[in-house]
């Protein structure tokens, strides 16, 4: 492909991805303020969930700032983002929890308006689930959008549980929506000290990694080029470092994470995955946050592997 194709090809997908950052965050700031309109009429929840959209429609701003502008200020931004998540986490939390303890009440609907809520919370968690796969380029920020996709996908299911519940008897709905509420809460706080701590703990990057050769004589699998494989997976993907010797003496390389069992497997199974995706996603991040913390050190592995075979680090 010409250097004119390549050229032609980024700024489409740049075009592309700017017009979706403009849907996006209209479409947080949109239901947001309708949700403010219901908490009018329909209970304190959907306020809280207003400002939850909100929050995490300024998040989305500051990420895609960052990516658009090209800003090298990434942990000040971070920080902010992380606040920011945090904070919805802790509103959420307060409120559920007290109204476990009986300090508030949930609002009980009737069956039209519960079924149109939970027709909206559910498109929500749709959207926000093919937020949580679309990204696909590399980086801090990019994990950021993927996690802010996520809380939203997470808040929606617990409005979407109040909405159905309602249907039941008060403390079995009060009791199961309060507690599912506040444990969502929890979570979203720890999932933004993951967001803050992710730039000194994950290979984000930190891909790029060159060494040079110094013993020859303890070099056992090095070739020309190649891969090493780190981490095996076949679900979530195998992490290798793809090499390639630049000279004699000298490799350079990055970290990649291949394929996992989703994009492989055929298409009847893919349709199958993504009709179970709402209730199928807890356990999958479940089993791919096990995995991360299995490829916490991935850096300090690869370089112990070049070490034993004679490399030093670039």
């Known amino acids: 492909m010409k250097i004119k194709e390549l050229y032609l090809k980024y700024k489409k997908q740049d075009k ?58 990434y942990k000040k931004r971070n920080l902010t983002v992380s606040i920011l998540v945090f904070a919805s986490g802790l509103e959420y939390f307060i409120y559920m929890f007290n109204v476990y303890i009986g300090n508030f009440t949930l609002t009980s609907y009737n069956a039209y308006i519960a079924i149109l809520i939970a ?27 993927k996690l802010i996709n996520f ?51 994950t290979i984000a990057d930190q891909e790029k990694n060159d060494f040079v050769l110094l013993d020859e004589s303890k070099n056992k699998i090095i070739s020309k080029e190649g891969e090493v494989l780190l981490k095996h997976s076949y679900i979530y993907g195998d992490y290798v470092y793809k090499y390639r010797h630049i000279d ?19 298409i009847f199974i893919k349709v199958i995955l993504i009709i179970l995706s709402e209730i199928l996603i807890f356990v999958w991040l479940i089993g791919r946050f096990i995995y991360f913390l299995r490829c916490a050190f991935l850096i300090k592995e690869l370089d112990e592997v070049m070490r034993e075979n004679g490399f030093q680090k670039h």
């Open 151 to 201: 809380v939203l996908g997470v808040e929606a299911m617990v409005l979407t549980e109040n909405a159905i519940l309602s249907f039941t008897s008060k403390e079995t709905y009060v009791e199961s929506s309060s507690l599912f509420g506040f444990i969502v809460g929890l979570f979203v706080m720890i999932l933004s000290i993951f967001m803050f701590l992710s730039p000194y703990i």
């Open 248 to 266: 004699e003496k000298e490799v350079e390389g990055e970290i990649i994470r291949k394929e996992g069992f989703f994009k492989k497997t055929n």
């Open 119 to 145: 027709l909206i919370s559910f498109i929500e968690i749709g959207l926000a689930i093919y937020g949580l796969f679309k990204v696909k380029r590399k980086g801090h920020s990019y994990r950021n959008l």
């Open 16 to 73: 592309l991805f700017k017009l979706t950052t403009i849907i996006s965050l209209t479409f947080n700031l949109l239901i947001g303020i309708s949700k403010w309109i219901l908490a009018i009429f329909n209970g304190v929840v959907f306020f809280l969930s207003g400002v939850i959209n909100i929050l995490m429609g300024v998040a989305k701003l500051l990420c895609y700032t960052g990516l658009l502008t090209n800003e090298d200020n």
